[in-house]
Structure formats: C-alpha cells, structure tokens
C-alpha cells in the first residue's frame, strides 16, 4: 500500500510513524509513505500557500493551486485506470467519520491520497475538484490534518495482510466486531490487590468465551450504546442485555 501525504508541515511526519508495527511495515516494504511538501508547489518568493478568505471572516484559507499542482505531480505516476482507484482524503471536520468500515473499504485500495487541510480550512475547489473523500476523524476540531493523515495510516495499515501478527487478532478486535472489546489481563494474577478473573485461569474455553462476550455487551452498553443497533446480536446476547 503506497499512502501519498499532502501537507505544509512534512516535519510532523518525521518521526510519529517510525515506531512498532507501522515502523516494521515500512521496513518489509508492506507500505510505503510518501510525504510531499505542498509549499514546493508555490510560485512566489515567499511560498505562499493560504490566503484571507473572500467575503471577510477570521482564520486563513489553504490556496487551490498548490493543493491540485502537489497532487498532480504526486500522482503522475500512476496511468489513468490506477488513479481513478486511488482515494483521495482530505481530512477536514467537515468530512465522513472515520470508522471501522471505512478504514476497511480504504485498505482495499491500491494507494491512497491524504490532503491535509490546515488554518481555517482550505478553498472548496480542493474539495469540489480534487478530493474524493472528505474524512473527519471525529466530532472536535484540531489545529490541522495532519493527526487525523497518521491515524488513518495506522488504522489502514493495521489491516493489510501480514502487519498484524494474527489474523484472529485483527478479526477479533474491538469495534471490528461491532462491540467494545472484553477486559484483558496478564501475568501475575494478582497485583496490588487486585485479581484477575477466575474463569480466566479456570481452562474452561466455552466458559471464558461467554464470559468475554458479556464482559463486551456491558461495556458496549455502558459507553457506547450506539453500537448495539447495528452489532450482530444473538437471542442469548439480547436476554443478557434485557438483564
Ligand atoms: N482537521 C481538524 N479537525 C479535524 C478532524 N476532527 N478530523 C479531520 N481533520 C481535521
């Protein structure tokens, strides 16, 4: 998976990904980021890349030409059939949340195209005419796209063949299921007081199983409801909830 960053802060990409599994999937050529410098796409002295906004307001505007010139000469090395399956984010607050569900739709791509909006935001044309997918990564607003760009990497690159470890892992994680995750513990079984469960250490499989799946309809109930709408539920996960 090649992911393609567009940003004027190619700094912040340096070192946040150079760590852990993302590290390691760059290192087996898994993926491959490549961070452009969308001032280099700037035709004056002084590399202007935003600009007040027209009919007045606060905060700057991301400037159209350099965002399509870094896009185009970002993508130019893909023919015309590749590039209309390359995604191309703009990470905006503005945009589709970013869940599960997307994340998986976008590790089927080939490529993916990440614009990272910065300032007050940046001119629609980049939106109307450019970027194929607005994406947010959540209901709050940050200073730039940047963040939101490595979140979507790592979600995605955690998803493609091989990075993972275990594919169960993958599978069986939190949300994918479309519950929260059940509680996990480790070595030692007690620790300050506190202890393990002890189905956890009892060795009955079927046991821990139901108690993992109740442990994860509480949760899902307590923090995120929301999710038990579209969860696959069965008759025994409905009488516990019904409690
Ligand atoms: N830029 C600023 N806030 C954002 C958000 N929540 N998601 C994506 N991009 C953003």
Redesign the pocket.
Known sequence: MRFHVLTLFPEAFAQPLQFSIVARAVQRGQINIDVADIRDYTHDAHGTADDYQFGGGHGMVMKPEPVFEAAEATLSGYDAAERAQIPVIL???Q?ELLTQKLVEELASSPAIAIIC?HYAGVDERIAEGLATRP????D???T??EL?AMIIIDAVTRLLPGVVGSPESVAGDSITTGLLQHPLYTRPAEFRGMTVPEVLLSGHHAEIDRWRRRKSLERTLEHRPDLLSTASLTNDDRRYLAG
């Open positions: 990470t905006t607050p945009g909006g994406v947010s990564i959540g709050y607003v940050l730039g796209g939101p």
